[in-house]
């Protein structure tokens, strides 16, 4: 058994340095959201099980804490989209898997130097990290808050979600590795879309590809994952298991609705947010990205509400510049997907809730009604 390290130090050369220390010297870590409060820190050291925080000038001992498995090198807690956060063990051999294969995939004759600018608390921010530690990766440092300026200090590649690709000019990097919510219709030549989740050990397939030596299949609408990178289990749970098409349960069911086409992956969203209304099926995510193309809509989100009369309805949240676009929202809806998928209403909100990493806190929305 090995103790289990959690971080408490600001995104930054710091962060590296503690983390390039504890793995080298083949102690476990979980990484501290620095933005909680005292009591949600609790809290999320209490998910964790860590035995010691080091806050960089030292370890200090945790009461309560609970050892990992020496096999275990990183234990993070889920995004918490679609409900309470878990925290999921991944192992030493699926880290280095996760980094050498994204490594891999991008390299283009020289290795990937990164500008890290995603919270390394999650999955998608600490791989960034950990492909300069675990693989042939570097790191150039600077402002998180002007991811532009990467290229002029010698990053070529960098990781964002579709906030960040909204808000700054990515046009000089090599690569632009976009995870999170679901891509808006029009992208640069640079940019990657990649899907993945904390159990997967960060994104698996970019672009519709899955990477080498990762496999996804569909079997009844649900995406499967046999992957080197896959998380071990949960702190308290077991890894679930399902039945793959070649009849073995080694398998890991997503949750994420979908299909796969010689070999192509398409993503649907998630299985348990899926609206039936009228006997057809509305895919949030689907939805989302047509409405947020209109003009005047700044943020968007898609929910189903029970209906009497159509099983569910579907209701748009919208955040605009102030103006009102119903027309357009339920024009573009039926040209883009169908007449289904049209908004039974339209609701003008001030703000959508979403995780640290761009996803829509699809829990929450009720509390918008």
């Known amino acids: 058994m090995s103790e289990l390290i959690a971080l408490d130090i600001d995104m930054g050369p710091d962060l590296e340095a503690a983390l390039r220390h504890h793995i080298d010297a083949r102690r476990a870590v979980c990484v501290l959201d620095r933005r909680l409060s005292p009591r949600q820190r ?4 209490s998910a964790l099980g860590a035995t010691h925080v080091d806050d960089g000038t030292g370890l200090v001992s945790l009461d309560g804490g609970r050892a990992v498995d020496a096999q275990v090198g990183l234990v993070i807690l889920t995004s918490g989209s679609s409900g309470p956060p878990k925290a999921a063990e991944l192992t030493w ?6 980094a050498a294969m994204t490594q891999s995939r991008l390299s283009r004759g020289a290795a990937p130097v990164w500008y ?3 919270s390394a608390t999650h999955i998608g921010g600490l791989a960034v990290l950990l492909r300069a530690i675990l693989a042939n990766g570097a790191l150039v ?7 532009s300026v990467g ?13 960040q690709l909204a808000r700054h000019d990515l046009s000089e990097y090599e690569t632009v590795l976009l995870g999170g919510a679901r891509p808006p219709y029009e992208l640069g030549e640079n940019v ?4 993945g989740m904390t159990e997967t050990g960060s994104g698996i397939v970019y672009d519709g590809c899955p990477l080498a030596g990762v496999d996804v299949a569909s079997v009844n609408g649900e995406l499967l994952v046999r992957s080197p990178t896959l998380f071990r289990s949960y702190r308290d749970a077991e890894r679930p298991r399902a039945l793959g098409p070649d009849g073995r349960d080694d398998w890991f069911p997503t949750g994420d609705a979908g299909e796969v086409d010689d070999g192509r992956v398409r993503v649907r969203g998630r299985l348990a947010y899926v609206i039936n209304t009228g006997g057809e099926k509305v895919w949030p995510e689907d939805l989302e990205t047509a409405l947020a193309s209109v003009a005047v809509v700044r943020d968007v989100a898609v929910t189903g509400v029970t209906d009497e009369e159509w099983g569910e309805r579907v209701v748009a949240l919208v955040v605009t510049d102030g103006s009102r676009c119903d027309e357009e929202l339920r024009a573009v809806a039926a040209e883009r997907i169908g007449p289904w998928a049209k908004p039974k209403e339209i609701r003008y909100v001030t703000a959508i809730p979403r995780t640290s990493n761009g996803k829509v806190r699809r829990s929450d929305l009720s509390y918008l009604f």
């Open 93 to 98: 051999e699926a880290l280095s898997a996760s």
């Open 141 to 147: 440092w600077g402002n998180i808050h002007d991811i």
């Open 42 to 45: 609790d809290a999320q050291i």
């Open 192 to 195: 990657v879309t990649t899907w």
């Open 116 to 118: 890290p600018c995603l």
């Open 151 to 163: 290229p002029q200090r010698g990053a070529t590649h960098v990781a964002v979600v579709r906030t």
